[in-house]
């Protein structure tokens, strides 16, 4: 059901009960402001946000570095060599 905002605050109550039903809209001026739902409803809301929520790279590697700390594990790296450069050397054959 739709409200407008003056209606939903003189029938609070029954735009509560109404949830129960199904979410409730709350317009101003013709303009969606509000939603009033379940709680229930709402939770489900939050997990699927948080689910959506994507980690940075650098967020990902921060806990990969936190995981292999706390089991005492330590990746090799070898040490930089350097190669030759294929478009500094004069002789190119192609």
Known sequence: ???KIAEAKQKFSELIHSTLKEPQLIYNRDRLVAVMSKAAEYQEFLKWRESQIQTSMAESL????NLCA???YTLFVPARQNRSD???TSEKTI
């Open 1 to 3: 059901m739709n409200w």
């Open 62 to 65: 921060q806990e990969l570095q």
């Open 70 to 72: 706390e089991d005492n």
């Open 86 to 88: 294929f478009y500094l």
